[in-house]
């Protein structure tokens, strides 16, 4: 079965890291856009950071700039480094793909407002919750 599995995530204090991580099962992530999504309860979707499968080029949303990093590792797994965190941080995060936008800038993932019902693959979503 293809698929995107998600680990990583949890409880941390502010000023805490995390890592999560997204790989994929029965396909590769070469031709494919791939990004870390969250969504928080009463909120909507934001594309937090996306990376390029052609030249490695990534996006991040500005308030993650220089606390998140997203890497990518082989053929099948991307990361999501959380640094420095924040209470408003804390949400369900999503890993997803998606063929059509592997050929378009590396925001473009990150900017949709696709639903996650339309990516091609999509995680079961990982909680981060910052708190004291």
């Known amino acids: 079965q293809r698929q995107l599995v998600e680990s990583g995530g949890g409880f941390v204090q502010p000023g805490g890291s995390l890592n999560l991580s997204c790989a994929s099962s029965?396909?590769?992530?070469?031709?494919?856009?791939i990004g870390w999504f969250r969504q928080a309860p009463g909120k909507g979707r934001e594309g937090v950071a996306c990376i390029s499968t052609r030249d490695d080029s990534t996006f991040y949303r500005n308030s993650v700039k220089g606390r998140f990093t997203i890497s990518r590792t082989g053929g099948s797994t991307f990361s999501l480094h959380l640094n420095n965190l924040k209470p408003e941080d804390t949400a369900d995060y999503y890993c997803?793909?998606?063929?059509?936008?592997?050929?378009?800038?590396?925001?473009?993932?990150?900017?949709?407002?696709?639903?996650?019902?339309?990516?091609?693959?999509w995680g079961q979503g990982t909680q981060v919750n910052v708190s004291e």
């Open positions: 029965g396909f590769t992530l070469d031709h494919y856009a």
């Open positions: 997803a793909a998606d063929w059509d936008f592997w050929s378009r800038p590396v925001e473009a993932l990150c900017t949709t407002r696709k639903a996650f019902s339309q990516f091609d693959f």
